[in-house]
């Protein structure tokens, strides 16, 4: 059995596929790699397929109709034969010396026999122009929120700080914690990484922080997903992931204080971005769409409304007419460094 399955999700990515793998293959036959080719139209299937004739012990191919970023999450969830598993984007890459810390880490606990659910590490913003050079990085870290060391559980766990939640590119999950609670994230829907780190977190019991700068998070694409003008065109996406991921739990039923605040506030940063964006658009069916969304959740849920809707942010959030709007524009930075946009 593999040690740790690597996912790639690929769509028409020709252009930055062989630089992501040069990062990934020196894993060895540790790892599994799995190229999901998600209905590209350009080289990609090509270039998927002649990785796994070169490396036939690491690299799988897998090739299925378009399904958007999630689903090929899910394809790669399915697929994945690795004890762990982590999703690594074609436009993204690992750390080497990084990448050697955490298959030792993997390898120690395994030869041990040792329960792992989460392990998490840091992750780097690696903003470049639009000739490729690199502009500025940035590490996301939480030196301040979790123990180091030693495995933990939520109970152990400090305050988050504001842009440092644990996002998608911060997480290996244990494979059969994915499998067992039968994650499925949405077809043809971005912004789906944000369920990837919400719906298993009540499963996850044992964690550990390794405090390293493992994965480099590329930004600055004009056609990135979390570029601001691209939010804005998909602002009904982002809509759907806010209204999955508030209906994925009952909130005031989870024991555990620290879990449960940590989602909270989770769920209140996607309120934040979705309203945000909303107000940018700033048209007469954008404001619309924003009742809509807050009276939907109203009516499933009113004491969890109630608990975003009367916080300071959800006060902020709703205020009337343009004062109103010129401060939910200034909750525009929030968004920004919660999801790492330009």
């Known amino acids: 059995m593999k040690l740790l399955t690597i996912t790639v999700p690929s769509y028409n990515s020709e252009a930055y596929l062989d630089r992501c793998m040069a990062t990934l293959l020196p894993g060895g036959d540790e790892v599994e790699i799995l190229i999901v080719d998600d209905g590209s139209t350009d080289r990609t299937a090509e270039i998927a397929d002649e990785y796994e004739r070169k490396y036939p012990n690491i690299v799988r191919a897998i090739h299925k109709e378009n399904g958007g970023h999630g689903d090929a999450v899910t394809t790669g969830i399915r697929n994945a034969t690795g004890l762990f598993f982590k999703v690594v984007d074609s436009d993204d890459s690992l750390a080497p010396e990084a990448y050697k810390q955490v298959l030792d880490f993997l390898r120690r606990i395994v030869k041990k026999n040792h329960e792992l659910d989460m392990?998490?590490?840091?992750?780097?913003?690696?903003?470049?122009?639009?000739?490729?050079?690199?502009?500025?990085?940035?590490?996301?870290?939480?030196?301040?929120?979790?123990?180091r060391g030693r495995f933990f559980s939520w109970k152990e766990i400090g305050k988050f700080q504001t842009g440092h939640y644990l996002l998608?590119?911060?997480?290996?999950?244990?494979?059969?914690?994915?499998?067992?609670?039968?994650?499925?994230?949405?077809?043809?829907?971005?912004?789906?990484?944000?369920?990837?780190?919400?719906?298993?977190?009540?499963?996850?019991?044992?964690?550990?922080?390794?405090?390293?700068?493992?994965?480099?998070?590329?930004?600055?694409?004009?056609?990135?997903?979390v570029n601001q003008q691209v939010m804005m065109k998909r602002i009904d996406q982002q809509d759907r992931v806010n209204r999955i991921i508030f209906d994925a739990f009952d909130l005031e039923k989870i024991s555990n204080k620290k879990l449960r605040s940590y989602l909270y506030s989770y769920l209140q940063i996607m309120c934040t971005v979705t309203t945000v964006h909303y107000a940018l658009i700033n048209t007469e069916d954008s404001k619309q769409k924003k009742e809509a969304l807050w009276s939907y959740m109203k009516k499933e849920n009113q004491t969890m409304w109630r608990h975003l809707r009367f916080?300071?942010?959800?006060?902020?959030?709703?205020?009337?007419?343009?004062?109103?709007?010129?401060?939910?524009?200034?909750?525009?930075?929030?968004?920004?460094?919660?999801?790492?946009?330009s």
């Open 119 to 147: 392990l998490i590490s840091n992750f780097v913003y690696d903003r470049h122009d639009e000739n490729g050079d690199v502009l500025r990085q940035k590490s996301i870290d939480y030196r301040k929120t979790l123990p």
């Open 168 to 225: 998608m590119h911060a997480v290996i999950y244990r494979t059969s914690l994915l499998k067992g609670i039968n994650l499925t994230l949405p077809k043809h829907t971005f912004y789906v990484d944000n369920i990837y780190v919400y719906k298993p977190f009540p499963y996850v019991r044992v964690m550990y922080y390794l405090d390293v700068d493992f994965y480099m998070y590329y930004t600055g694409r004009e056609d990135q997903s």
């Open 311 to 341: 916080s300071a942010q959800g006060i902020a959030l709703n205020l009337p007419g343009k004062v109103g709007r010129a401060i939910v524009c200034r909750g525009y930075g929030l968004a920004q460094r919660f999801f790492g946009f």
